[in-house]
């Protein structure tokens, strides 16, 4: 009996990863209907965190990046792209983040003209 209950558990859980990397795929195609704007780099650093388990596996890298542009006033965003929100075992994708968007620099953005506090760098999947 306890064997199912775990069972079932553990199949939850993966049903709820499943619909919600789903809901991030459909929301990534939207990015691709969203509005071009100019906007400026305010902060581009990486950022480690250590999961304190003792080895190199425990830390953690994501690229901050923080940028601002202006729709009905100046809006400060730090979505690079729909679930960068993820943390990596390994720095590479993370430097290549900050190496392409440098303080100070002006680039695109594209913020959804529904909602134009919502925004990211990077359109699409």
Known sequence: ????????????IGIL???????????SKQTNKWLPIESII???KLEVVNEGI?????VLYKAKVKYQYM????ISSEKIFIGDYIRKNFPHS??????????????LAYYNPKCPNKSVLETGV
């Open 1 to 12: 009996m306890e064997y199912k209950v775990v069972v079932d558990v553990i199949f939850l």
């Open 17 to 27: 990863f499943l619909l919600h990397f789903f809901y991030l795929f459909i929301l």
């Open 42 to 44: 305010d902060t581009s």
């Open 54 to 58: 003792g080895n190199d596996m425990g």
């Open 71 to 74: 729709v009905e006033g100046i």
């Open 94 to 107: 993370a430097k290549s983040l900050i190496n392409k968007y440098i303080k100070g620099e002006v680039v």
